[in-house]
Structure formats: C-alpha cells, structure tokens
C-alpha cells in the first residue's frame, strides 16, 4: 500500500505523536482520524473499544489505501493491536507507557504514571512496570477528567490551573521525581502541569519514541515499495460536526481536509 500514514486516536491526543512524527518526517503525507464520539476510551468497556477501533481503523485503510497506521492512544494500544494485525498486513504501531526510560532517568527511584483509568488498570501496564521499573516505586494516577481539559485546550479554551491543580492533588503529596504521561492527551496540558507539578519534577512522554519506530519502519516500506507524497493532509471525526476552534487548530497543523466520517465516506 502506498497511502498516507494514518494516525488514529478518540480525540485529539494523538496530535501529540502527530507533532513529533511530522517534525521527522515533514514531506510524508497523514490521514488524521479521531473517535470523538466515543471520547474518552479510557472508560469503555474492552471489547467495546477493541470492535469499535478495528472497524474504523480498517474501514479508513481500505478508503485511504493507507501504508501504516499509528495507533496513538495509550488506552486503544494496551487491547486493539493484536486484533488489528490478523486484519491488517500492513505495519501497525502503538503507543507504551515510557516507564522504561522513567525508571532509567529517576534518581530518586520514585516515579509515577498518569493515565487514564483505563491503562492504569491494564495488565500490560502492570506487565510493563514489572519488566521494566524494578526496584522503583511506581505510583499509579488516573484521571479522564484531564483528556476534557486537553481537547477544551486545544480547542482554544483556557486552562484553569486551580482546576487542574486539584486534579494534580494526589501527585503533589508525593516525592516522586519523573512522571510518566501515559496517555497522549497529555502532552498538550504538559506545560501547565509542570507549573502545577514544578521543575523538579521530570515529564516524559512516548512520542519521539513513536516517531523514531515510524521512521524505521517507513524506511523498510521504501525498500519494498514506492510511498506516494500527497499534497492534501486530512482530519477526520465520528461525530457530526467539530467546534471551530478545533477546525482553526486542526487547519494550523497542516490539514486541509476537515471532515466527518459520514462526509468522507461519501466522498
């Protein structure tokens, strides 16, 4: 397949490993596809999410002619990418947890991670800390609450810092010195939970980490086949209709296709 990369994710946290993707990668073209009526999947039930995932995700491959999908959103990667490799034959990449190098950088052998409730309770999370953050205390905190507060961000509402802090609350009372944020929304309140949190306390996140395994496996693809550049980057919804300010952000990234998933079925 010689399609876009298709980066999928509920909402608009997967714009956090879009950014990082696109800074290594700036000529490669990307179909954005979002699951905003189903936001957030840190709540849903697992074979909820999973059947609701592989449907549009394998729907839009096939409509795209798609070369790899992203899938960049902690909650979705932890259940849906065995699923979507028996249906798929092209690469599929997820999102982990950067437990590994949180535990590596800590000097206080004291780390936490943030995520939503769904991937706290995962046993691929507890597998994760098991393999990879031995002898560290790892505390676990979740919240949905905060992926609302980044998609109103990013939508162009202000951030309340009270609001935010009390979210914050039980991370503040600890000594942890580096704080995993697992899921991708969260990078985009990053800055204001540092100024909640201060800077002694280290964010980490799993993007570059993404865009470096997508690179590599880009590369593979070229050897095997050639990759089409197209023009037009585009961004699509399950809802009816997004807000504005959404549109003006998606738009400032690069998209020029802003549609929902019945218009675009259409098309």
Request: hydrophobic fraction near 45%; include cysteine.
């Given at each position: ?12 946290g ?42 549009l ?15 960049a ?6 259940l ?15 999102v ?23 991937t ?21 905190f ?22 935010l802090?009390?979210?914050?609350k ?64 585009s ?27 019945s ?5």
């Amino acid at each position: 397949m010689s399609g876009p990369i298709l980066i999928f994710d509920s909402g608009i946290g997967g714009l956090s490993i879009f950014d990082e993707i696109r800074k290594a990668l700036p000529d490669q073209s990307y179909c954005y596809l979002f699951d905003n009526a189903r936001l957030p999947y840190g709540e849903l039930e697992e074979s909820v999410l999973i059947a609701g995932c592989v449907e549009l995700i394998c729907e839009q491959v096939a409509r795209i002619n798609a070369c790899m999908v992203v899938v960049a959103c902690n909650s979705a990667s932890t259940l849906v990418l065995p699923a979507l490799r028996e249906q798929l034959s092209i690469p599929i990449v997820g999102v982990v947890p950067a437990i590994k190098p949180a535990a590596q950088l800590s000097k206080a052998r004291h780390i936490g991670l943030l995520a939503t409730p769904g991937t706290i309770k995962r046993s691929y999370t507890k597998e994760l800390i098991e393999q990879f953050a031995e002898g560290c205390k790892v505390e676990l905190f979740g919240s949905s609450e905060l992926v609302m507060l980044a998609e109103a961000k990013l939508a162009g509402e202000e951030i309340d810092l009270v609001k935010l802090a009390q979210q914050l609350k039980p991370i503040q009372i600890t000594n942890l010195d580096t704080l995993v944020l697992g899921c991708t929304h969260f990078p985009i309140v990053a800055k204001e939970i540092q100024q909640v949190l201060g800077q002694e306390v280290t964010l980490l996140d799993s993007g570059k980490a993404v865009a470096q395994r997508v690179c590599f496996l880009l590369e593979e693809l070229k050897r095997d086949a050639k990759i089409n550049q197209q023009s037009d980057w585009s961004a699509i919804y399950t809802t009816t209709t997004i807000n504005q300010g959404l549109t003006t952000r998606l738009a400032e990234k690069g998209f020029t296709i802003i549609v929902s998933r019945s218009s675009a079925n259409l098309g």
